[in-house]
């Protein structure tokens, strides 16, 4: 497993997998701390001396506060598994996703990966200015396909994507699309590659009823082939049909995490309670 993050003096039992089960690990988080810095609205005004002490002192800058986003999460996924990451706006769901995919440091503890994760919408990073064709290529090849998959391939993204079902649009720069169609390639172009560990955040709130079918037959397909999805998501609805196991997060802190169906109706208790 890959270490995609700095390691902390101790490691958990609980991030330690049972040696009697058979399931192959494919992400270990050993609590993992997540603190980022938010630039708010402090003066900027100072003199260059200000600003040249501040570097030297190591003292952050008026208006900056650091927010601790995630706080000692500890989990295992495994192999096959569809994991839905629920909880409140600013939970930590999405920070937490981009920790796993290297994207984001982490403060204290540490995550283990099988290969490399795949960040939904991250590492099929598309650019306005090119077509929509020309953005398959560079997904494509931003996911590590060659060029001969990606020709093999490219009429089922695009076909997969639903963007040609009224018109040419792919043929047209990914400025001329909506926010849906632009999310529905980008998740078409992460799809048409088997991933170890595939990461979706919201990517199945886009689309019409016929495209998010299709969006979970395909997450079904990743995970008949071995690998692990994560799918944060809104709707409890999308994680009760799409996942078998649910972590819920409330303000960085892990509140639960087990079968999807359980993990759901709590979280619903909760929301419903305030």
């Known amino acids: 497993?890959?270490?995609?993050?700095?390691?902390?003096?101790?490691?958990?039992?609980?991030?330690?997998?049972?040696?009697?089960?058979?399931?192959?690990?494919?992400?270990?988080?050993?609590e993992v701390h997540v603190v980022y810095k938010v630039h708010g609205a402090g003066s900027r005004?100072?003199?260059?001396?200000?600003?040249?002490?501040?570097?030297?002192?190591?003292?952050?800058?008026?208006?900056?506060?650091?927010?601790?986003?995630?706080?000692?999460?500890?989990?295992?996924?495994?192999?096959?598994?569809?994991?839905?990451l629920i909880g409140s706006n600013g939970s930590g769901k999405s920070t937490l996703l981009a920790a796993i995919a290297g994207l984001q440091p982490v403060a204290r503890g540490?995550?283990?990966?099988?290969?490399?994760?795949?960040?939904?919408?991250?590492n099929a990073a598309l650019m306005n200015d090119l077509t929509g064709e020309r953005n398959v290529v560079l997904g494509g090849l931003a996911m590590g396909m060659s060029k001969?998959?990606?020709?093999?391939?490219?009429q089922g993204i695009v076909d997969f994507s639903g963007i040609n079902e009224k018109g040419d649009f792919i043929s047209l720069p990914m400025r001329t699309y909506s926010s849906g169609m632009g999310a529905r390639l980008r998740f078409s172009i992460a799809a048409a590659k088997d991933h170890d560990v595939l990461m979706i955040d919201e990517a199945l709130a886009t689309g019409d009823a016929a495209f998010q079918r299709r969006s979970q037959a395909r997450i079904e397909e990743l995970r008949e082939q071995a690998g692990t999805v994560f799918l944060v998501s809104h709707s409890i609805g999308t994680v009760r049909e799409t996942c078998d196991r649910a972590i819920w997060l409330e303000s960085g802190v892990l509140r639960m995490d087990g079968p999807a169906s359980e993990v759901c109706d709590a979280y619903e208790r909760f929301t419903s309670g305030r």
């Open 1 to 30: 497993m890959a270490d995609t993050a700095t390691a902390t003096a101790t490691t958990p039992a609980a991030a330690v997998p049972d040696p009697r089960d058979t399931r192959v690990p494919t992400v270990i988080a050993d």
């Open 45 to 84: 005004k100072g003199s260059a001396t200000a600003a040249l002490s501040r570097i030297f002192s190591r003292k952050p800058a008026p208006g900056i506060r650091e927010v601790h986003a995630v706080k000692g999460v500890t989990f295992i996924a495994y192999k096959g598994e569809a994991i839905g």
């Open 110 to 122: 540490r995550i283990y990966s099988h290969g490399q994760p795949s960040l939904l919408g991250v």
């Open 148 to 154: 001969q998959q990606i020709r093999d391939r490219y």
